[in-house]
């Protein structure tokens, strides 16, 4: 069965005027995603990635140090929701938070389980793109072939949840949790699409733990 491993880029610039570049920590990170590549010995892998430049600088940067010769396909759809957007949409104008990254974090879940939870919202559209854009790469898999794309926490989310049969309160607990630069497997079978790991970052243990970050 093909397998595709969902990456999540490195960590962005929080608090920088342009949040979708790489901090040099998010560097460092894709650099060990591409040795945990190199290990996991891919199978002639296709690669992918949307169309920000967090994704696509982790690809890079992954790609070169894991020494792969990948097929490369591009896809809006790995893209990450509008975090902006949803704040603005989802939570009162008044409400403030103490300017770290983790009290933004305790308003982005409010937000995103609010989109969720939101009938008349696009939630169902993200979601339902993410996981067509996982069906699409797996189907077009020649024999003998993995995958990996570089994408964002919210989108592994979506996937993950919907594979899982999760609502809200799961998706946004998925979201929460998803370390920068940790790999997610599913496999594709006559079944369909499985999951069997979530959120691995074993390659951020030891003398790397110092990499791990979740924002």
Known sequence: MPAVLLVRHGQA???ADDYDVLSEVGREQSAHVGAELARRRLRSPVAGWGSLRRQRDTAQIAVHAAGLAVNVVLDPRWNEYDHLDLLKRYVPPDSAHDGTSKGLQALLDLALAAWVEDDHG???????????????????????????VFTSGGVIAAVCGGLLGLGADGVVALNRVTANGAI??????????????????????????RLLTYR
């Open 122 to 148: 696009d939630w169902a559209a993200f979601a339902g793109g993410a996981r067509a854009a996982l069906d699409e790469l797996a189907a077009g898999l020649p024999s003998g072939r993995d995958a990996v």
């Open 13 to 15: 610039s929080f608090g």
């Open 184 to 209: 997610t497997k599913v496999v594709v079978g006559s079944r369909g699409a499985s999951l069997i790991s979530f959120n691995d970052h074993a390659h951020f243990e030891g003398d790397a733990r």
